[in-house]
């Protein structure tokens, strides 16, 4: 099993064995079966894949935050991701948009890029 992933730096699960990136975290490569897997930093590049505008608030946490966009982002190393989508209007975003990932609170979102 992988190891606790790196809080500060964007990174996938890649297998040892045939060098693939993947997601979500798996016990075997889905590439080649292989073990021997680890966090490694990923460019942090990518584009929309597709994506929605969220209007209403699922808790009034998330109130004040309205509108905004979660989006499934095609990283530049292969696998798709649900993040959000920052620093862009939500009428701004665009199937194959390009984003760059950041850090927020130990977790990915993308932003314009």
Avoid at 87 to 96: F, R
Wanted: overall charge positive; charged content about 20%; glycine content about 10%.
């Amino acid at each position: 099993m992988l190891p606790a992933r790196p809080a500060d730096v964007f990174s996938l699960p890649r297998c040892g064995d045939c060098g693939a990136f993947h997601f979500y975290p798996k016990p075997a490569c889905p590439e080649c079966g292989g073990a021997k897997l680890d966090w490694a930093a990923a460019s942090g590049g990518g584009s929309v894949y597709s994506f929605s505008v969220v209007h209403r608030a699922p808790s009034p946490a998330f109130k004040e935050q309205l509108p905004y966009v979660v989006a499934i982002v095609k990283t530049d190393e292969g696998p798709h991701l649900l993040s959000r989508v920052v620093g862009v209007a939500p009428e701004a975003v665009k199937i194959g948009m390009r984003l760059r990932a950041r850090m927020e609170d130990g977790r990915p979102v993308f932003e314009a890029g």
